[in-house]
């Protein structure tokens, strides 16, 4: 499929990991650019994503909402980037788990949220730490998450632990600090950082 792909995010927001994605398989896109609160819960957006929320694609007549999602739809409709994990199982793994567990691990902690000792067993994390030494274990043993090359599993991971190291520096967590030096040299990442950056107005 050749069409343009229309790109709709807010420089502020998990759309820059959607488009660190889209300067990785080189696929020619548009960004509608959406405010919190206003365009963002207008009734043409909300066609796209009932949600409200950012960030979406459009493909042709193929929408799609969530930044998993979006990341595989990617990897997969433009093959030749490379990006779709080699280990395909652990690839699978990886996607989900950073949507679910490791997010709303580092969320809820970020709130504030404590899980009483006892509801630790139903809740999908467990803890914290607990799904950052499961993430820690596996970039140790290897140096990417999904087989012997970046895949859109480490991009993902990647946009979420840059989120993670900058609230907690976490420096008994070697393993991770090195895992994301070895993400922050992907010359798309500085591309769609800069990009955004200078989207976002200077403030005052
Ligand atoms: N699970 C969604 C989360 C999307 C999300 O929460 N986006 C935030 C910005 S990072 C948003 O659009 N918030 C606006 C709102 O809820 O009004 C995903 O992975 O795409």
Known sequence: MTDRITFYTNPQSRGRTVRWMLEEVGAPYDAVLLEFGTTMKAPEYL????????????HGKTVVTEVAAILAYLAETFPEAGLVG????????WLFFVAGPLEYAFVDSALGFAVPVERQV?????TLDRALDAMEGAVTAQEWLAGERFS????????????????APMNERPGLHAYFDRIKTRPALKRASEMDDALIAPKG
Do not use: Q, S
């Open 152 to 167: 859109a599993a480490d991009l993902y991971a990647g946009g979420l632990l840059g989120w993670i190291l900058r609230a």
């Open 122 to 126: 139903m809740i999908g994390y467990g």
């Open 86 to 93: 080699t280990d395909r199982g652990a690839y699978y793994r």
């Open 47 to 58: 066609a796209v994503n009932p949600m409200g929320k950012v960030p979406a694609i459009r």
